[in-house]
């Protein structure tokens, strides 16, 4: 399956990695690309938890739910578990950053949809529709 995280993606998980760091006062140490998780968060040389990280480009409000893979929760919900710590699911959109645990969102409406922009039917998969009222800001995020 490729990879499609770029240079670019790379970047957003650096800004969001230091917005998480400064709201929550934690170290942030960033995983290789193809991990499970894109960061590692810890205090007082504690691990605290996993984050996947994900960026929109729209406003928080413009749909109803936001959508990720089941499969990806999933992993990142057991990795947290084997390492007893929380796995946790950020997102930068335009306007806001926001967090939800990864473990309570597989809790949510899951259907069959996926990215059909990109021709790969590897993109379509169950994926959990997180109501967007149910996101957390994280502050000064």
């Not at 409000?61 to 699911?89: F, P, V």
Request: glycine share 8%; aromatic share 8%.
């Amino acid at each position: 399956m490729p990879l499609y995280e770029t240079a670019e993606d790379r970047l957003e998980e650096d800004g969001v990695s230091d917005q998480l760091q400064a709201a929550w006062d934690l170290d942030v140490w960033s995983f290789a690309p193809t991990s499970t998780g894109d960061l590692l968060l810890g205090k007082d040389g504690k691990l605290r938890a996993i984050c996947e990280v994900k960026r929109r480009h729209n406003l928080l409000n413009k749909y109803e739910t936001y959508i990720i893979s089941r499969s990806k929760l999933e992993g990142l919900s057991a990795m947290a578990a084997a390492l007893n710590t929380k796995g946790l699911l950020a997102v930068q959109f335009d306007d806001v950053l926001v967090w939800h645990d990864a473990t309570d969102a597989l809790a949510y409406d899951t259907r069959w949809g996926g990215r059909y922009d990109r021709e790969d039917w590897n993109d379509l998969e169950l994926m959990v529709h997180i109501p967007i009222d149910k996101l957390k800001i994280v502050k000064g995020g």
